[in-house]
């Protein structure tokens, strides 16, 4: 009976399956309005242009036509006042003289008759719009395709999980854990199940990351190295100096129709989920208990600093990376705390380069501090080092991490050591000013955003707790509590002693007091190290982890000595999380201003932070769309531009070479080649480092200029994929092996 309730399910699902698939892959309709509307220069004005239009439910492509002189002038707006609460999504769309065109998404959830479309203008320089095209798109349906998927999934996963539990298979143990780690998610995520944007400092430039890996794959690119569309479609190197690697789930929701915000919010809430599960496994298995494991994950998911980090300032990077430093900590306290004869431990040189490996593709300034930091460890355990087995295991975990890395590693290399980066050019930047008052790391209620004082335009917090969990340690230390631990337990309390120092280390290095400005001018190396910091905040998250790994030495201290103690330990540390954690959160959402982005019209494409990865003498402030430039003799009789490309057909008729310059970033890499001799044209930096393409004299045809990526780049990337494809092969035909056994 049971049996034929699954197959009659499965035969319903797969059906509702092959509808949506059939819906997405029916044609689209295009509604076409004419239109002809020219705004008089001086006067401002807001129009509506179009309206009455009637459009069924569904995702739309607006192409308005349109002519201007000036950029910025004028942008267009969509709405409908009869359609419920969420019913149309969509943003402005900015007018820019060199495109002539909108190309902007809508979001219709009903049926609507009375869709407008207004013009709002300042009244600078002229004005002309024209016909509207409004193409239908598959992207409702692959969006609803998505969402069933997911649900099927989760409905599978928790059938899976009752009948372990009705089969006993489930331990207590594991029950305890999915609730209580469910529950840290939950609050975790609360700021990002509200379908909105918190106006975080560097929101703006990672959003535009994930639409930039969007275009890149839609242009072709895998890996994407150059975002293609931004710099007003001159291009931008972001993919090659800050590994997209984790971006590809929210790119590939942006790709199937999701709109921006929503695409972001799911990737915070997964990078929720992964901390939580990361450091609860690492911590249970370091403390061999699964309380501890979840009263450390709690501590370190919901720290004041993690929250902050993704609600206040939205440093995707620095927050992905924090969910391996456990796998980090977990690997160095194994390889030198624990036998590495017995089969527990034979594999954790794997956490350790997984680790590595997920911190050098998620944030390049985390991984410079953690070198830093396992150089401190093989320092103190330099006796160890020299034990063949632990050398071997350094050693793997050293080359796993590179060999899964080198797809990224290959190219950063690459254009740091060949392009002249606006980074390289930042070694006087002083990061001591933006360090943090003392009493800054030990606040509870933490108060942030608009009303901050000055001091502390990059404050950042720690929490009261973090420094308690610090001092207990450090108080069993000094009285000798674990003079009498077992041999096993005093390897892992001295591994915490080491881990205490450096927690403290941590705080003191992140002080506005520490002398950064006098390491910085020693020598030049300092000074470019120094300086890429940025701000001295960034070692607040090993900070964390630290306090963490010593709190857990406390508690399991106290569960074999003093068991009475305990429950007062609990109360402390869940009243602290509740009151810091979730003030810092309810803050975020009730105390600041919040918006919304739908399509990459609403942030722009000329945003870049701090112009880091631009080539050095660059004006940003001369980018914009743009048309060719020639030089003298030369004509450009066609030309269409592509994703980091063109094709151009043109003639020099004077009586010397000339040259074409395209609105393209002169990164290395570029090639024009005749499309019919297949001869090569010399490529030069044009007048603001754009890609400037040598006209023969008497030349006449058509070339096309591309990006290629140079061969190494590609070789890297087949190592990379092999390594990984190769481990999970090995893994998969172990667990059958087991299985089978068992």
Not at 66 to 72: E, G, S
Not at 292 to 311: D, E, F, H, P, Q
Not at 330 to 346: A, I, M, P, R, S
Not at 441 to 451: E, I, M, Q, T
Request: proline residues 3%; contains cysteine.
């Amino acid at each position: 009976m049971i049996k034929r309730k699954i197959r009659v399910t499965t035969v319903i699902l797969s059906a509702v399956f092959v509808i949506l698939l059939f819906c997405c892959l029916k044609p689209c309709k295009t509604y076409e309005y004419e239109g002809n509307r020219v705004f008089v220069t001086g006067a401002e004005a807001q129009e509506c242009v179009y309206k009455g239009i009637s459009l069924p439910p569904g995702v739309y492509r607006v192409e308005l036509e349109y002519r201007t002189d000036k950029d910025l002038v004028a942008y267009a707006t969509v709405s409908d006042n009869t359609v419920i609460t969420g019913g149309l999504l969509t943003n402005f769309e900015n007018f820019y003289s060199h495109l002539g065109r909108t190309n902007f998404e809508i979001w219709v959830f009903e049926k609507t008759d009375d869709l407008h479309l207004d013009v709002h203008y300042n009244g600078e320089g002229s004005l002309y719009v024209g016909s509207l095209v409004i193409h239908e798109t598959h992207n409702l349906w692959t969006m609803i395709m998505t969402v069933y998927l997911f649900a099927w999934c989760a409905g599978f996963a928790v059938r899976h999980l009752i009948r372990l539990n009705a089969e006993e298979r489930l331990s207590r143990e594991k029950k305890i854990a999915i609730f209580w780690l469910s529950g840290i998610v939950l609050v975790s995520s609360v700021p990002f199940l509200s379908g909105l944007s918190i106006p975080a400092g560097d929101l703006g430039y990672h959003l535009s990351r994930i639409e930039g890996v969007k275009d890149g794959l839609l242009s072709g690119q895998i890996p994407v190295r150059i975002e293609p569309k931004w710099l007003y479609n001159h291009g931008y190197a972001s993919g090659v100096f800050y590994c997209d690697l984790f971006l590809l789930f929210p790119a590939l929701l942006r790709m199937v129709g999701f709109p921006v915000t929503l695409s972001y919010n799911v990737y915070c809430i997964l990078v929720n989920i992964a901390t939580a599960c990361v450091s609860y496994g690492c911590f249970r298995k370091i403390f061999r208990g699964n309380n501890v494991g979840l009263a450390c994950s709690a501590l370190y998911t919901l720290s004041l600093n993690r929250i902050y980090k993704m609600c206040e300032i939205a440093v995707v990077g620095e927050y992905t990376a924090m969910i391996f430093l456990p796998l980090i900590l977990y690997g160095l306290c194994k390889v030198f705390t624990e036998d590495h004869k017995t089969k527990e431990n034979q594999n954790a040189w794997m956490a350790l380069a997984f680790g590595l490996a997920g911190i050098v593709q998620s944030h390049v300034l985390t991984c410079e501090m953690t070198a830093g930091i396992i150089i401190i460890f093989c320092l103190c355990y330099i006796r160890k080092i020299f034990i063949p087995g632990t050398f071997l295991m350094l050693l793997k975990a050293a080359v796993m991490t590179i060999l899964l890395s080198l797809w990224f590693l290959v190219p950063f290399v690459d254009y740091y050591l060949t392009q002249d980066i606006h980074v390289k050019h930042v070694s006087g930047r002083t990061i001591q000013a933006d360090g943090l008052e003392v009493s800054d790391l030990y606040v509870f209620f933490v108060k942030v955003g608009r009303d901050a004082p000055d001091r502390k335009a990059h404050f950042c917090c720690f929490g009261g707790i973090l420094i308690l969990c610090l001092a207990v340690f450090l108080g069993l230390w000094i009285t000798g509590c674990f003079r009498k631990a077992q041999d096993k337990d005093k390897r892992l309390y001295s591994f915490g002693i080491l881990t205490m120092l450096l927690g403290f280390g941590f705080l003191a290095m992140s002080l506005s007091v520490f002398p950064w400005d006098q390491i910085q001018k020693t020598n030049a190396l300092a000074a470019t190290l120094v300086s890429n910091l940025q701000f001295p905040n960034r070692f607040l998250g090993w900070a964390t982890l630290c306090a963490v790994y010593a709190f857990g030495c406390c508690v399991y201290y106290l569960q074999n000595n003093a068991r009475t103690v305990l429950p007062f330990v609990w109360f402390l540390v869940g009243t602290n999380v509740m009151t810091s954690g979730m003030y810092l959160i309810d803050y975020s959402i009730c105390n600041t201003d919040t918006y919304t982005i739908y399509n990459p019209a609403g942030m722009g494409y000329g945003y870049i932070s701090g112009m880091e990865y631009l080539i050095e003498g660059t004006d940003y402030d001369a980018l914009s769309y743009a048309q060719p430039r020639i030089g003298e003799g030369a004509e450009v009789e066609g030309y269409e531009p592509k994703c980091l490309g063109a094709v151009l057909t043109c003639k020099n008729t004077g009586n010397k070479a000339s040259w074409v310059e395209l609105p393209l970033m002169l990164y290395r890499g570029y090639r024009a080649k005749d499309m019919e001799s297949k001869r090569e044209l010399e490529i030069i930096p044009g007048e603001n480092q754009e890609v400037c393409v040598l006209i023969p004299q008497g030349y006449a045809g058509s070339f096309r200029v591309k990006f290629i990526p140079p061969w190494y780049w590609r070789f890297s990337e087949i190592i990379s994929l092999a390594t990984i494809s190769i481990f999970i092969i090995r893994k998969t035909m172990a667990f059958k092996t087991r299985n089978a056994k068992a």
